[in-house]
């Protein structure tokens, strides 16, 4: 028995009947949180404008408070208070970048802790 021929979009099966593949199209998330292009956040100056365009409202604004906070507050030989300030907000970035995080969030405050 022969594999049936492709062309062009129609297989072609034993008896040569074109048959024509359907295209389908996934539905988009109903969340209404799409993924959004993951940016590269490889220095500081990255992560600030990570954060302006992809992070939650606020963010930036308390990134730039709680990173001279650390900053303030460290030894001049360790930074690692202000590189886990970083570290967190890089990581916020990834959250809001997750379709399925977004979802769970959106269905843990829509829910509202009811039993």
């Not at 024509?20 to 404008?49: F, K, N």
């Not at 606020?58 to 709680?66: A, I, K, M, S, Y």
Request: with cysteine.
């Amino acid at each position: 028995m022969r594999c049936p021929s492709r062309l062009g979009g129609t297989i072609l099966g034993s008896g040569a009947t074109p048959v024509q593949q359907e295209q389908t199209m996934s539905a988009q998330p109903e969340h209404g949180w799409g993924t959004m292009p993951l940016p590269e956040i490889r220095t500081v100056d990255d992560l600030r404008s990570a954060l302006s365009r992809y992070g939650f409202p606020g963010d930036r604004e308390r990134f730039e408070e709680e990173l001279a906070a650390a900053i303030g507050a460290s030894p001049t030989n360790d930074f690692e208070g202000a590189a886990a300030v970083v570290r967190a907000y890089r990581h916020r970035i990834l959250i809001r970048n997750s379709p399925e995080i977004m979802a769970a969030l959106e269905d843990a405050r829509g829910g509202g802790g009811r039993a």
